[in-house]
Antibody, heavy 124, light 108 residues
């Protein structure tokens, strides 16, 4: 079964740090581009960051650039998000999401598999 | 930055057709994807590349895209279709993924 499982969420004080992890299974992780998407309580979806299959290309939303770092370990089938200088507005459920890809090499630029999410609360 | 605008809510009776719009500047030139999210659950891709359906998604879900508006159409609406729906595109000018504001579909 294709699966993504996030972990590492919790309560952190403003200005603090947290590292999220996403464990992938059931597919060849190293072949897929990956993303983090978040959703603040009662709000809509917000894309956070993207990483290419090799890790050589990375993009960030303007709201987190300079504070968050995405990375991956293909040997461990894992995706990470290091979050520093956290703010109250970073409070959200964080999802890891797989970038869709087909065997012909076409990338539609959508998210076909999502994890269940991990909650991050930034509060004093 | 690129902005996608959706109506906050759409109400529809069972068996009728729901249409959810997604507005963006020249969105017809982009590929639009749609997600369904039920309370407490992760989003699920229901339409990609304007009008294609992933395996397992009912034919009742369809999409179109032209000009400044993309549309997700849900035919023969069922109670189980009650959810939030989001459109999404890839903005190549900024290398950003962009989500729409979201639409809550209520089945009367």
């Amino acid at each position: 079964e294709v699966q993504l499982v996030e972990s590492g969420g919790g309560l952190v004080q403003p200005g603090g740090s947290l590292r999220l992890s996403c464990a992938a299974s059931g597919f060849t992780f190293s072949s897929y581009e990956m993303n983090w998407v978040r959703q603040a309580p009662g709000k809509g979806l917000e894309w956070v960051s993207y990483i290419s299959s090799s890790g050589s290309t990375i993009y960030y939303a303007d709201s987190v650039k300079g504070r968050f770092t995405i990375s991956r370990d293909n040997a461990k089938n894992s995706l990470y998000l290091q979050m520093n200088s956290l703010r109250a507005e970073d409070t959200a459920v964080y999802y890891c999401a797989r970038d869709s890809y087909d065997s012909s090499g076409y990338y539609p630029r959508c998210f076909d598999i999502w994890g269940q999410g991990t909650m991050v609360t930034v509060s004093s | 930055s690129y902005v996608l605008t959706q109506p906050p809510s759409v109400s529809v009776a069972p068996g009728q057709t729901a249409r959810i719009t997604c507005g963006g500047n020249n969105i017809g030139s982009k590929s639009v994807h749609w997600y369904q999210q039920k309370p407490g659950q992760a989003p699920v891709l229901v339409v990609y590349d304007d009008s294609d359906r992933p395996s397992g998604i009912p034919e009742r879900f369809s999409g179109s895209n032209s000009g400044n508006t993309a549309t997700l159409t849900i035919s023969r609406v069922e109670a189980g279709d009650e959810a939030d729906y989001y459109c999404q595109v890839w903005d190549s000018s900024s290398d950003h993924y962009v989500f729409g504001t979201g639409t809550k579909v209520t089945v009367l």
